[in-house]
């Protein structure tokens, strides 16, 4: 077996040799240190407990809104637009899909910045940055002597026989990967970013996934931020069953809040981990940030947060098993809950989150389950009674977007009046379908099934050889 490499040597010269500031290089020395000493990363149940009780946002005073609507100019808009739709088969930012109409993702964030006295900033990454600009070229009112973005950075992949620098000659970009979003705070210092919106008067962000819809900016959160004088807040939202993987809010013996992902959870404690009972209160990854807090926070600790460190363990090509295995050293922004002194959470409806990680996810941000509002909010649409949808698509030729996209050729499906849709095999659909209650369709011929233009299904319906 190979000897376990302790020196650091070789990823500060690999890291220099890409032209990496010493900044980023001393924060991955820090994690790189952690895992040599044999740190996991792992958070035990035993040593947590759940959160019972957090502030509603719901049942805040009116008046707060009043107190961030003065703030929203002091305030900027701040999305992480770095991530590629490679899960569903894209090659392009996840961002420049469209998702409303002929409207993208970014197309409606950019058009949410200019009805509102707020700044849009961009996190992109080296994949995503020059596509997004261009796209964004349509919005010249954007464009000022602020930036519009800052890119994060990028780190060496981890052979984890040896815990060397990964080496993979067949692609040299695959010996690299992203730290994780938790790298927002100290992009923003290294680009310089930070201190051009503090001198220009900017004391507050609003952090969201440029591909959740639901995160639009709030003024009643805003001056609750404000009035309480808090360095950093985290909007959660009550789990279900869809979100049994998605990191969840715990709490330390000391008091203090701590986010846990799943590649968090030890296997023994997984069971504890997806029991949306005992944890209930799921990370909608929309956070809020007091700027100069960052900033003096930043300068004490030497630029090196401490977020808690995530081992995800990958093979060095995601798309060959057989290539050799990884550690992929990442943090989450949302850990910083447990950094900042006097940080907090507080509950958000449903509605805040509207995500979209695979095809089930974007058919149904895409159908008459959510509108486009005047103020292009994609908001749920008022005549659905319904309070939930789950939506499976259990067959490989869906998971793409343009297969499935295919198979949607007359448009997405009505769903306003679905529970539950499970999509068992291959079928193509129809202009103006609608789809009501729990619809289950097992297709087991093996080929195609067509559903004609205007048809209405409801209940389990089987085709067979």
């Given amino acids: 077996m190979a000897l376990i490499q302790h020196d650091f040597t070789p990823f500060a010269v690999r890291m220099r040799g890409e032209g990496i500031s010493d900044s980023i290089i001393e924060t991955f020395r820090y994690y790189h240190e952690q895992l040599v000493d044999g740190h996991t990363g792992l958070i035990p149940e035993r040593d947590i407990d759940p959160v019972e009780h957090l502030p509603d946002a719901e049942k805040f005073p009116k008046k707060l809104a009043r107190v961030g609507e003065r703030f929203l100019p002091k305030t900027i808009f701040l999305k992480l637009n770095g991530g590629l739709g490679t899960s569903m088969g894209m090659a392009k930012a996840k961002s420049l899909l469209t998702v409303k109409g002929e409207l993208s993702f970014l197309d409606i964030i950019a058009r949410?910045?200019?009805?509102?006295?707020?700044?849009?900033?961009?996190?992109?990454?080296?994949?995503?940055?020059?596509?997004?600009?261009?796209?964004?070229?349509?919005y010249p009112e954007l464009w000022d002597d602020i930036p519009l973005d800052f890119v994060q950075h990028r780190v060496p992949k981890i052979n984890q026989t040896d815990l060397?620098?990964?080496?993979?000659?067949?692609?040299?970009?695959?010996?690299?990967c992203p730290p994780g979003h938790g790298d927002i705070y100290i992009s923003l210092v290294t680009s310089g970013i930070l201190d051009t919106l503090l001198k220009a008067g900017y004391e507050y962000a609003f952090i969201s996934n440029s591909d959740n819809l639901g995160a639009v900016m709030d003024t009643t959160i805003l001056g609750f931020l404000v009035e309480n004088r808090l360095p950093f807040l985290m909007e959660v939202t009550d789990r279900t069953p869809a979100h049994r993987k998605g990191g969840h809010l715990a709490r330390l013996p000391s008091?203090?809040?701590?986010?846990?992902?799943?590649?968090?959870?030890?296997?023994?404690?997984?069971?504890?981990f997806q029991d949306i009972d005992r944890h209930k209160y799921f990370n909608t990854n929309n956070l809020w940030l007091h700027l100069p807090t960052l900033k003096a926070v930043m300068h004490s600790k030497g630029n090196i947060l401490g977020?808690?460190?995530?081992?995800?363990?990958?093979?060095?090509?995601?798309?060959n098993p057989a290539s050799p295995k990884v550690y992929q050293l990442e943090?989450?922004?949302?850990?910083?809950?447990?950094?900042?002194?006097?940080?907090?959470?507080?509950?958000?409806?449903?509605?805040?989150?509207v995500q979209v990680k695979r095809t089930e996810d974007l058919l149904v941000v895409r159908s008459d389950i959510y509108i486009l509002n005047e103020d292009f909010q994609v908001v749920p649409n008022p005549c659905r009674t319904l309070d939930s949808i789950f939506v499976s698509f259990d067959a490989p030729c869906y998971q793409l977007i343009d297969d499935?996209?295919?198979r949607f050729p007359g448009g997405v499906t009505s769903l306003i009046d679905c529970e539950r849709l499970r999509i068992v095999g291959d079928f193509k659909f129809g202009a103006n379908v609608t789809l009501r209650g729990e619809v289950e369709l097992i297709n087991l011929s093996g080929e195609q099934v067509e559903i004609g233009d205007g048809t209405t299904m409801e209940g389990s319906r089987t085709w067979s050889t």
């Fill in 404 to 406: 499935m996209e295919a």
């Fill in 331 to 353: 943090t989450a922004m949302g850990s910083a809950v447990g950094v900042f002194d006097n940080a907090t959470a507080i509950r958000v409806p449903q509605s805040r989150f």
């Fill in 255 to 272: 008091g203090k809040l701590i986010l846990r992902e799943v590649a968090q959870c030890p296997p023994d404690d997984i069971g504890y």
């Fill in 164 to 176: 060397r620098p990964a080496d993979w000659p067949e692609n040299r970009a695959l010996e690299w």
């Fill in 307 to 319: 977020l808690p460190m995530i081992r995800n363990s990958k093979t060095v090509d995601p798309r």
């Fill in 112 to 138: 949410q910045t200019q009805l509102s006295d707020s700044r849009l900033v961009l996190m992109n990454s080296f994949s995503t940055r020059s596509d997004c600009l261009a796209a964004l070229r349509d």
